[in-house]
């Protein structure tokens, strides 16, 4: 038996360890864990699913998989006449309702060559704004609860009563007005609305400074939120971004101002908030400011409200000229667009319809890689979709 | 904390061993739910409806008093469900544990110089030890239930509570070095018959000179107890209840119970160690009056903590639990490290 060599027993030694690490390795790798978040899961209010592979706490990747709650509005569309139509398009986003109906109608206008008197289109942007109002405010509680602060979202559903109670006096419903017609609006506004409703506005910008010190200054909040879910602007723009989620990574761009829609933004003083983080504490920034920034508009707006009739000459029996047309208005949610191609019929031929919850949420694939379980709550807390707005 | 408390104590040394021992024990399962109760109705429903701006519950009984019996009758009619692949005997167990876990706190904490259901010479050490039982229960929840939801929430509490034993052991520390015992009845009298620099007008509460202790037992309580900040074990918004999410009935009952039972045994014990429990500064604290006064007293006082801790937890949003972990070893621990040193050298000095 030949003696074996030092160098060679080194070399036995090192195989030896290689194979035990090898045997170590194999034993301790884990499979990831494959976490269904949703279709029922409090997070997702509403039906969306998320599949997450998890490596621990961490995700490895995630996937939204939508149309949980899909109801078919394009296709009903087809067979509704146009003033049918936004009854339809008001539970798109249902939070902010009366939003949904003005960029159908725009589209609709556009394509009839009507255009509404500038004291419709006024009260069209104060009715715009109440929404964006009574949206927004649901998610600056929204947020907050997700983090595990119970209270705001209380305090969110108490004062977006305020709002709601002025759209309800002014277009009969609360979350469904149907109040918008091709041409103008169904009515004008009750008596001493313009009253109540710069009230609400007021309470509303008092909720608004209670929510940037009780949420935003609050450090377990920021310590949550911040640096969580970045989106970098050119990232954000790829995934076609809008609204508050690509303003809060420092896109200066906003539909009210820079759109091409026949609202009364123009003849108001007011500001498009950005902010350069990218993250979701900014996200939640930009969306309290903006709230903030909408009751000054709505004061404003009131306060130069034009007289005048309410309604321009449209016939009885709307019948659209063929045509294809497409108007796109900043919504709460972001950029909600309407393609509506029109045959000349009754009702339209197709209606695309662009909403802007549905663009959001696809940078979620992108944005949750690597993050905390508890983080995918913050970042689609704070990427604010509506289900509805996702599925239509 | 009841009558019977007191009945106990004034009578554990005339009867026979076995009868004392029935009435403790009949004491003790009486005072768990009754505490678990008042403090859900007190805070849970009325504290934390009027900082929300809503009344909470105003039909059942006068004043809404009779809520929390209707919800618990409720619960007991709820069908039991087990699901098919859960560890059967494992998941009927585990609520059992952290029950029993929050009953045995209770065996240590005095009411009075005589209404203590057990005079340890360990007391605290005992009250401690016992109360960190209720992780096991937790982690056979989390295991028996066979769902990915309850897995992590029993594993993210089972780290969330050991970290947090820690700050809670040695924020006690600071309290056993200045009263110089573990006994809780002593550590009562310890601060009833002490003097701030020679006035004993007040006697000597340690929070008065623990405070930082008060600070950090709070902090760790509201983790032991899963509260927010720190519920990410129960996290609704994440993994949905957490260990809890398979459970109905009146097993879930059972840790709604614990979870109660455990904050007013936990605020008890910081009324005991911080706030001179049964005791009042003047008078003497042999005296028979002290075993019927003494649970008010105390009540007082474990009201008073509870609504600080629930306070909390109304209040805050939840950490991360990277940053939970974080806050328990980098900050908890150093600072009540420093307050032993510091408690040792005046000690030692004075």
Same mark, same amino acid.
């Given at each position: 038996m030949t003696a074996v060599s030092a160098d060679q027993r080194q070399q036995l030694a090192y195989v030896a360890t290689q194979a035990a690490d090898a045997r170590l390795n194999v034993e301790i790798e884990t499979e990831g864990m494959t976490l269904n978040i949703g279709p029922q899961h409090p997070a997702t209010h509403g039906t969306l699913r998320l599949v997450a592979r998890l490596d621990g706490e961490q995700v490895v990747e995630a996937e939204p998989i939508m149309g949980y709650m899909h109801r078919g509005y394009e296709k009903l569309a087809e067979v509704r006449t146009y003033p049918q139509v936004t009854t339809l398009i008001n539970r798109i986003d249902w939070l902010g309702s009366f939003a949904n109906e003005v960029p159908f109608i725009l589209a609709a206008e556009k394509l009839m060559e009507v255009e509404a008197p500038p004291r419709a289109q006024w009260i069209r942007t104060v009715l715009f704004e109440l929404s964006r109002i009574a949206n927004i405010t649901l998610f600056l509680g929204d947020m907050a609860v997700q983090l595990g602060a119970l209270t705001p979202v209380f305090m969110a559903f108490r004062d977006r009563e305020f709002v709601l109670n002025q759209i309800e006096a002014a277009t009969?419903?609360?979350?469904? +007005?149907? !109040?918008?017609? &091709?041409?103008?609006?169904?009515?004008?506004?009750?008596?001493?609305?313009?009253?109540?409703?710069?009230?609400?506005?007021?309470?509303?910008?008092?909720?608004?400074?209670? !929510?940037?010190?009780?949420?935003?200054?609050?450090?377990? !909040?920021?310590?949550?939120?911040?640096? &969580?879910? &970045?989106? +970098?602007?050119?990232?954000?723009?790829?995934?076609?971004?809008?609204? $508050?989620?690509?303003?809060?990574?420092?896109?200066?761009?906003?539909?009210?101002?820079?759109?091409?829609?026949?609202?009364?933004?123009?003849?108001?003083?007011?500001? %498009?908030?950005?902010? +350069?983080?990218?993250?979701? !504490? $900014?996200?939640?920034? =930009?969306?309290?400011?903006?709230?903030?920034?909408?009751?000054? &508009?709505?004061?404003?707006?009131?306060?130069?409200? +034009?007289?005048?009739?309410?309604?321009?000459? =449209?016939p009885r029996i709307i019948k659209v000229p063929?045509?294809?047309?497409?108007? $796109?208005?900043?919504?709460?949610?972001?950029?909600?667009?309407?393609? %509506?191609?029109?045959?000349?019929?009754? %009702?339209?031929?197709?209606?695309k319809i662009r909403s802007a919850s549905f663009s959001n949420m696809s940078i979620t694939p992108w944005l949750l890689k690597g993050v905390y379980v508890p983080d995918i709550i913050t970042i689609l807390a704070s990427l604010y979709f509506i289900l509805g707005d996702i599925d239509r | 904390m009841t009558a019977a408390t007191v009945m106990s104590g004034l009578l554990a040394v005339e009867v026979p061993y076995w009868a004392s021992a029935i009435i403790k024990v009949g004491v003790v399962a009486l005072v768990v739910p009754t505490a678990a109760l008042v403090l859900g109705y007190v805070f849970l429903l009325k504290m934390m409806s009027f900082m929300q701006s809503r009344l909470g519950p105003m039909e059942a009984g006068p004043y809404g008093t009779l809520q929390l019996l209707a919800d618990g009758l409720k619960f007991i009619q709820k069908e039991d469900i087990i699901p098919a692949k859960a560890d059967r005997t494992v998941f009927a167990l585990a609520p059992l544990v952290v029950l029993v876990s929050t009953f045995l706190i209770y065996v240590v904490i005095p009411t009075g110089p005589d209404a203590v259901v057990a005079q340890l010479d360990v007391g605290i050490f005992y009250a401690l030890a016992v109360s960190s039982l209720s992780v096991v229960g937790i982690l056979m929840a989390g295991w028996a239930s066979a769902n990915k939801y309850a897995l992590m929430g029993g594993l993210r509490a089972a780290g969330q509570l050991i970290a947090y034993e820690l700050p809670l052991v040695l924020a006690v520390m600071g309290v056993v070095i200045q009263a110089g015992t573990l006994d809780l009845q002593k550590i009562v009298t310890a601060q009833a018959?002490?003097?701030?620099?020679?006035?004993?007008?007040?006697?000597?509460?340690?929070?008065?000179?623990?405070?930082?202790?008060?600070?950090?037992?709070?902090?760790?309580?509201?983790?032991?107890?899963?509260?927010?900040?720190?519920?990410?074990?129960?996290?609704?918004?994440?993994?949905?209840?957490?260990?809890?999410?398979?459970?109905?009935?009146?097993?879930?009952?059972?840790?709604?119970?614990?979870?109660?039972?455990?904050?007013?045994?936990?605020?008890?014990l910081a009324a005991v160690l911080f706030l001179g429990g049964w005791a009042l500064p003047w008078g003497d604290l042999t005296h028979w009056g002290f075993n019927i006064a003494g649970p008010v007293i105390m009540l007082v006082k474990v009201l008073a903590v509870a609504a600080l801790i629930f306070w909390f937890r109304f209040t805050y949003p939840r950490l991360r639990e990277d940053q939970l972990q974080r806050l328990a070893w980098k900050f908890l621990i150093p600072l009540s490290l420093v307050n032993i040193v510091i408690t040792g050298i005046f000690k030692v000095v004075l």
């Open positions: 009969g419903g609360r979350f469904h +007005p149907n !109040f918008d017609r &091709i041409g103008g609006l169904k009515d004008d506004l009750p008596q001493g609305w313009i009253d109540d409703t710069k009230q609400a506005m007021e309470k509303m910008r008092d909720f608004c400074d209670e !929510f940037e010190e009780l949420v935003l200054g609050n450090e377990i !909040f920021q310590a949550r939120s911040r640096g &969580i879910g &970045i989106v +970098p602007a050119e990232v954000g723009l790829a995934y076609g971004l809008s609204g $508050a989620n690509i303003r809060a990574s420092g896109v200066d761009w906003d539909l009210r101002r820079d759109g091409h829609e026949a609202l009364a933004y123009d003849q108001v003083d007011w500001k %498009v908030w950005t902010h +350069p983080d990218g993250d979701s !504490f $900014a996200r939640y920034w =930009v969306r309290l400011q903006e709230t903030r920034e909408a009751t000054h &508009i709505v004061d404003q707006l009131l306060d130069g409200l +034009p007289s005048g009739p309410i309604m321009a000459k =449209v063929a045509g294809e047309a497409y108007a $796109a208005t900043e919504n709460p949610l972001g950029e909600m667009g309407y393609y %509506v191609v029109s045959k000349g019929d009754l %009702v339209p031929f197709r209606v | 018959e002490g003097e701030i620099f020679g006035w004993g007008g007040i006697g000597n509460p340690f929070i008065l000179t623990q405070f930082v202790g008060f600070f950090i037992f709070l902090v760790a309580v509201q983790a032991e107890t899963t509260q927010p900040p720190f519920d990410m074990p129960v996290a609704e918004s994440e993994i949905v209840g957490g260990y809890q999410v398979e459970y109905t009935g009146f097993r879930f009952l059972f840790f709604f119970m614990g979870e109660f039972g455990t904050a007013f045994a936990f605020a008890a």
